[in-house]
């Protein structure tokens, strides 16, 4: 969490001309900064989108919560960005109020076409019908996993991306020749492997995951998805057996038996691909998530208008 002392002062000249105001969780700095100047003045209509619980640092989170609890309820409006995360989070199973679910969405025209000389450099280097992971390489992204169900398999596999844990992944997968690591990937060369890809892998096994931005990438380019259950936004992007599959999390044993399922079945990879193609269009576009925002900001505003 960054920390400054302009913040306070950057706030204070916000409340000027904001006619509502849009946090996001968590950040406790701003719990503290709202709770405080709402109890010194009057505040314009204030909303929170709830992107994750805090997860690794349980000790803080034991200390946080009293005051996130308090900021949540006092704010006019919570939203969540998948069901899945409001029936499993114990912090918003608590609020004792209606949560709202605007999904998260990407806009496709924001993205390059796929260029024929990136595509072909591309599958030299990594082939192509294989299964891919794109994303940052932390802890929670389940990636030894993914790498103990490429050797069970022998399934190429690419991990795309780079991170903290990208030593540590490297020497898991030593040896092992149809597992390649592409570090810097330009948004030419992401879409490039997208459309070169098989299936989509997204192995978090840990609820820090909360979302899943690149399984809408994914979606975009018409691929059939693997994630784990871990009870948050991915097994709602994710609609399972639709979409594609889902496993239980920190299994490579069950990793490696959905990766096999649609490796051998390309009929039905074509199939899910579709079906996420056809849900993400209608509900993960920024298009829709704009739309749904804007609606809500202006409700806040009329309902303010009214008091």
């Keep these: 969490m960054p920390i400054s002392a302009s913040y306070f002062t950057q706030f204070k000249q916000l409340l000027e001309w904001a006619d509502v105001i849009h946090f996001h969780h968590p950040f406790p700095l701003q719990d503290l900064l709202?709770?405080?100047?709402?109890?010194?003045?009057?505040?314009?209509?204030?909303?929170?989108?709830?992107?994750?619980?805090?997860?690794r640092q349980r000790l803080f989170n034991h200390l946080y919560t009293p005051l996130a609890r308090r900021f949540l309820r006092s704010v006019d409006k919570v939203v969540a960005t998948s069901p899945n995360y409001v029936q499993s989070s114990m912090l918003l199973k608590t609020l004792n109020r209606q949560i709202d679910v605007i999904p998260l969405g990407v806009n496709p025209l924001a993205y390059p076409p796929v260029y024929p000389q990136v595509q072909a450099r591309l599958r030299e280097q990594v082939g192509e019908g294989f299964c891919l992971f794109l994303g940052a390489l932390r802890y929670y992204k389940g990636l030894s996993y993914l790498i103990d169900a490429a050797r069970e398999t022998g399934i190429p596999v690419v991990i795309a991306g780079r991170g903290e844990m990208e030593l540590q992944l490297r020497h898991e997968a030593s040896g092992a020749s149809h597992i390649h690591f592409i570090t810097e990937v330009s948004e030419e060369e992401k879409v490039a492997l997208l459309s070169l890809?098989?299936?989509?892998?997204?192995?978090?096994?840990?609820?820090?995951?909360?979302?899943?931005?690149?399984?809408?990438?994914?979606q975009m380019m018409r691929l059939p998805l693997i994630t784990c259950e871990i009870e948050t936004g991915t097994s709602y992007v994710n609609q399972a057996d639709v979409t594609g599959l889902i496993v239980p999390?920190?299994?490579?044993?069950?990793?490696?038996?959905?990766m096999r399922r649609l490796h051998d079945d390309p009929a039905r990879c074509r199939k899910m691909?579709?079906?996420?193609?056809?849900?993400?269009?209608g509900m993960f576009t920024a298009q829709e998530m704009a739309s749904r925002y804007l609606q809500l900001y202006r409700n806040m505003c009329e309902r303010q208008e009214r008091q």
């Design 34 to 55: 709202y709770l405080s100047t709402r109890l010194r003045r009057p505040m314009p209509p204030a909303m929170v989108t709830y992107h994750s619980d805090v997860v």
């Design 197 to 218: 890809a098989q299936v989509f892998v997204f192995p978090s096994h840990v609820r820090s995951e909360a979302f899943g931005i690149s399984l809408l990438e994914a």
């Design 249 to 258: 999390p920190a299994d490579s044993s069950a990793l490696a038996k959905a």
């Design 273 to 281: 691909g579709f079906a996420g193609h056809t849900r993400f269009l």
